[in-house]
């Protein structure tokens, strides 16, 4: 019985990785792409990307989630900025920024605007601790970054985040 | 101050702003390189028995636990404890199946160079299915795998049997023509055989097909005589008990049948033994020069064999025959040693190497020149029995125009799998060998199935009888 039930498991771990492979695949190159611009680059960063969450899939929900959406973006837009600052590295600042402010957010919720300001590293670190609800260990292994410098990217963070809303007079 | 719950809050609202952007976004519609895909397939497949190891693992675990727990019940209980211990087996042999696919993947190079043999996906899935959900010991975990590794249809891939064939039914088979027949003392045809033990011949064929792999006609022929073996016939369905059995066969429409006995296979190999004949020997039949190969290397009596066949030439010697029936091989360039004492050169295979932990194979040619010695006539005799470099030879010696080929093709394919790492199951140990080179024929567009024979020698017939007399005509 025991044996059947762990096989069930097995068998729809492996559907979901194949799912997320197929509906996300396009997704991941696209954000890929708009990073380096570069089609082999961005298809080596998915690749790359899908080893990562191959190792993580015991902790994905479900495939459609907007939570495993965010969790899969997350990783390919670090890869590909990791990739990005290797070669280029003088760009990389400017890059960051730029990724950053990209998106539109039209709700009231402060604290949210500002976080979408932040730098991609550290957007992706509130995130990943924040909504997915990683550890700072479990982060530094999804970033590729050790596990101090999660911790002081985690810090660094709130930090901003919290001069920026004294800035806006909200705290 | 920011507190964590306002964090928690706010990551939420942005997560949601982000999948609204890039479900908004046009997505690219591009095509995947067939080198991401590959590596893709590669990694799907290894995120399946990954996460089946780990999962396997923790079920062991608990197991052991539970069997700890339970010990007083299991060894009160021999149905409960044969059910546990049978259970524990299952994994251990899932296991290893999902390790076997794992290495066959990664290592065999007809993933990587579009050549997946049709039956194999199918096998596959068989293989595991089976040794998932069927109690079995390790001599039939042994079978399937070898099932399994049949579909590759490559002859030098397989399992190096742990559990080797322990008794055989003394009589004589052979495949002519499509069909099983019975081979008498003289070596000819007794007629075709429909049954044994019962069992029709088809049926018994069709186990052959299954744990061999059969893929041609040549490959056909080499694996006819496995159907004697003890598990072959059990596999399909001759009751071997009492160790003699009833063949059956026709010839003409006359029905007939005998019993032949299973003897225990080393009685048989003792009863069978073929004479020990030299490796090499030639002979000199006025204008022709024969010489018979058993096994070529680079050594001194291949030395002898150039001197002699060099002073022959330079007598007057018009016509060579290389006779490398029952050749297994050896050293290939042994063979083109020959050929260069003849002022010939053949043409080179292109072999492509898997790179081990890569969807790449490089490709290695040697570009060699075909030279021809219109003085010479070369003929070179095999037959089903002809492997290794010996086979190697015969297929270089057609795709360079040296000489006619005469006889019956080798059981081995023009262009083949071949030379490749061996590995072991890490629960039962069963060691075997994985092909990861292809060596393609220096005629890229001709069959690589079947080597084309300029003279076909029905079964039964004397080959070399038959090239004297082609000779004889000639002349």
Redesign the interface.
Known sequence: M??YL??I??EE??TK??QI?WKY???M???A?QVLHN??DA?DV??SS??KI?EN??KIGAVDS??T??YI?TIVKNRAIDVYRKKARQNTVELCEKVAS????S?D?E??KQ??KLPEKY?SV??L???HGYTTREIAGILNITEANASKIDQRA?EK??KS?EREDV? | MITDEMLYEAAKEVNQALVRQWEELPWEEHVFSKSFERKMRRLIHRTKYQLLYRILKQAACLVLVLLLGCASVLTVHADSREAVIDWIQRMMYYRDAGYLVEQVEDIHPCFVLDDIPAGYEEAKEQYLKTVKSKNMDEKAFELESMRYLASLDDMNSGIRRKYAFQQILDLEVARIDGEICLINEEQLVEGKITSIGGAAIDQIWAVVEQIFPVSNQSSAVFFAPYLRFDDILRLAGVETENNVITVSWENESEQQSADFSLLPYEDYKKLHAAPRSDMISYKRMDAVFYLKTDYLDLNRDLDDVCTALSAAIAQGCTDVIIDVCGDSGGDSNAYLELLKTMDMQAASYTVYSRLLGSGKCRMEEDNRIVQTNSALRLMVLSDEHTSGSAANFCVLVKDSGLGQLVGRPSSLSPSSYGYGPSFTLPNTGLEGVISSKYWQRPDADADPDSLEMDVTVPYGEDILFYALELLQNRN
């Open positions: 025991l044996l762990q096989m498991d097995t771990e492996k990785f194949e492979y695949r396009r997704l190159f696209t954000v792409l089609m082999e298809e998915v690749q899908f080893i191959a899939i015991p907007p939570k959406m965010g973006v990209d998106t539109e957010y709700g919720n604290l949210a976080i979408l957007r509130i995130l601790k924040y909504y709130k985040l919290q809303l705290l």
